[in-house]
């Protein structure tokens, strides 16, 4: 069955930090994959996605993610952290190559230090 | 361009009784979802809609869960009578089509149960 799977349940980072959030899914095809960012009290944001061809995939905010598939992995990355950047994140697979029907990882909760 | 609005943001209500959440989806977005949110976990789908047609409810628990989406627009998610267990928080979201369309999600209703 496809899962995924965001091994860190809550990190904590000083602001200008480096940031690194891990991802790993399980599914048998060419996955969708998909970052998005929940601010405490808002819906789900899309941060990036990756279908297809370059494995390094910009999105908002400054961050960026690579997918690797010999790790089955597509961890997020930001450079510099900010303190706005607190909040949770979640990694999501489409099932069957698509944007539908996401499977969602349990989320991984930012936290950033003056 | 406003965004998926969902009321009511907040709801406590006593168990067995009925609690109702209304989604408007983004203008245009023919397909919307209802998801459920557990505490620490990613969001879950209930139902997806393709208009106004429930084409995937199979993880809707229907004996006490229900959805409509009359008109194709606006949507609204029942449960009668809730128990416990249903605090959560409910998300809406809506995409222009399913699946090759990016989702974007509403607020949320946080309901708890008590």
């Known amino acids: 069955a496809q899962s995924v799977t965001q091994p860190d349940i809550h990190i904590t980072v000083s602001e200008g930090a480096s940031l690194e959030l891990r991802c790993n899914y399980s599914?048998?095809?060419?996955?969708?994959l998909f970052w998005y960012v929940q601010s405490p009290g808002q819906g789900l944001q899309l941060l990036l996605k990756?279908?297809?061809?370059?494995?390094l995939v910009q999105g908002i905010k400054g961050f960026e993610a690579e997918f690797k598939r010999s790790q089955s992995s597509f961890n997020l990355r930001k450079p510099s952290v900010h303190w706005s950047d607190a909040a949770e994140y979640f990694c999501?697979?489409?099932?069957?190559?698509?944007?539908?029907?996401?499977?969602f990882g349990k989320g991984t909760k930012l936290s950033v230090k003056p | 361009e406003a965004g998926v609005v969902q009321s009511p943001r907040y709801k406590i209500i006593e168990k067995k009784q009925p609690v109702a959440f209304w989604c408007n989806p983004i203008?245009?977005?023919?397909?919307l979802y209802w998801y459920l949110q557990n505490l620490g976990q990613g969001p879950e789908l209930l139902i997806r809609?393709?208009?106004?047609?429930?084409?995937?409810d199979s993880q809707l628990p229907k004996d006490r869960f229900s959805a409509e989406r009359l008109k194709g627009v606006d949507s609204t998610l029942k449960i009668q009578p809730a128990e416990l267990g249903d605090s959560a928080v409910y998300l809406c979201?809506?995409?222009?089509?399913?699946?090759?369309?990016?989702?974007?999600f509403g607020p949320g209703t946080r309901l708890t149960v008590l």
């Open positions: 599914y048998g095809a060419t996955p969708y």
């Open positions: 990756y279908f297809s061809g370059d494995t």
């Open positions: 809609y393709e208009n106004e047609e429930a084409v995937d």
């Open positions: 999501a697979v489409g099932l069957g190559g698509s944007q539908g029907n996401l499977i």
């Open positions: 203008s245009g977005h023919n397909t």
């Open positions: 979201a809506s995409s222009l089509a399913h699946p090759r369309d990016t989702q974007y």
